[in-house]
């Protein structure tokens, strides 16, 4: 395992240097708008994907713009969702200092929240309905953090408000984890005190995993509970459907 594993890491620094030459190539072709530089997230996270060999595939349609709103596993669902539509991200504010990392995040476009803080959020709603009125869809995992996978936790409401209020669609999205060789999703899961980098190197040492993505219809809501409830029993119903058809 540790022989792909470094393989692999290699791949990921050279596929790490690629994007920033893609990030300065397009900021010389002018100004890098919040719509342009959601277009560079998504290149750059596709390019990550296929230097790995990730295989990554969806059902439904990815909202063009609006709310999405996913359950939460791993920081690979960053790289899998933004690979399949460009979109903002709302992120946790300690990514923001991450090396590497938390420069390409704000580079492209994310909004970072201390979900500690009543004001953050406030200040954070304010840029999302900013944000919906772009052609980019903003996304957010409303469980505040990341899972084992075993179930998906209870949603947040607050930041579903700007949609409710602007009157824009709310579209949930289901993702799930499937591993070669038949391990669990848990595997890939990145939750709890687990370090980044020693889950990192594991992640990038198993033989080989397809990401799926369900995207459930995009619907109005005129209440940000009702939202919220039925956006993450939409999300529990299709991880459920898809478990059941294996």
Same mark, same amino acid.
């Given at each position: 395992?540790?022989?792909?594993?470094?393989r692999?890491?290699?791949?990921?620094?050279?596929?790490?240097?690629?994007?920033?030459?893609?990030?300065?190539?397009?900021?010389?072709?002018?100004?890098?708008?919040?719509?342009?530089?959601?277009?560079?997230?998504?290149?750059?996270?596709?390019?990550?994907?296929?230097?790995?060999?990730i295989?990554?595939?969806?059902d439904?349609?990815?909202?063009?713009?609006?709310?999405?709103v996913?359950?939460?596993?791993?920081?690979?669902?960053?790289?899998?969702?933004?690979?399949?539509?460009?979109?903002?991200?709302?992120?946790?504010?300690?990514?923001?200092?991450?090396?590497?990392f938390?420069?390409?995040?704000?580079?492209?476009?994310?909004?970072?929240?201390?979900?500690?803080?009543?004001? %953050?959020?406030?200040?954070?709603?304010?840029?999302?309905?900013?944000?919906?009125?772009?052609?980019?869809?903003?996304?957010?995992?409303?469980?505040?953090? %990341?899972?084992?996978?075993?179930?998906?936790?209870?949603?947040?409401?607050?930041l579903f408000?700007?949609?409710?209020?602007?009157?824009?669609?709310?579209?949930?999205?289901?993702?799930?984890?499937?591993?070669?060789g038949?391990?669990?999703?848990?595997?890939l899961?990145?939750?709890?005190?687990?370090?980044?980098?020693p889950?990192?190197?594991?992640t990038?040492?198993v033989?080989?995993?397809?990401?799926?993505v369900?995207?459930?219809?995009?619907?109005?809501?005129?209440?940000r509970?009702?939202?919220?409830?039925?956006?993450?029993?939409?999300i529990?119903?299709?991880?459920t459907?898809?478990l059941?058809q294996?």
């Amino acid at each position: 395992m540790s022989f792909r594993a470094a393989r692999r890491a290699v791949a990921l620094g050279i596929a790490l240097f690629r994007c920033i030459l893609l990030y300065w190539w397009r900021r010389l072709r002018g100004p890098l708008t919040l719509e342009r530089r959601a277009l560079w997230l998504q290149a750059a996270c596709q390019l990550i994907l296929s230097s790995l060999e990730i295989e990554y595939r969806f059902d439904g349609t990815p909202p063009k713009r609006g709310l999405i709103v996913a359950n939460h596993l791993s920081y690979l669902d960053i790289l899998i969702l933004s690979a399949m539509t460009p979109c903002f991200f709302v992120a946790k504010a300690e990514i923001a200092s991450w090396p590497y990392f938390g420069e390409a995040a704000r580079s492209g476009g994310t909004i970072f929240i201390d979900r500690g803080s009543l004001a %953050s959020a406030e200040k954070v709603a304010a840029l999302i309905a900013e944000r919906l009125l772009l052609p980019v869809p903003t996304l957010f995992f409303p469980e505040g953090t %990341s899972s084992d996978g075993s179930s998906v936790s209870r949603f947040h409401t607050r930041l579903f408000e700007p949609a409710i209020r602007a009157g824009m669609p709310i579209t949930a999205a289901a993702i799930r984890y499937k591993l070669i060789g038949g391990a669990a999703e848990r595997e890939l899961c990145w939750f709890g005190d687990d370090p980044f980098l020693p889950h990192l190197w594991k992640t990038l040492g198993v033989e080989g995993f397809i990401a799926h993505v369900y995207f459930g219809e995009s619907k109005l809501y005129f209440d940000r509970r009702a939202a919220a409830s039925s956006s993450r029993q939409e999300i529990v119903a299709m991880r459920t459907e898809e478990l059941a058809q294996r």
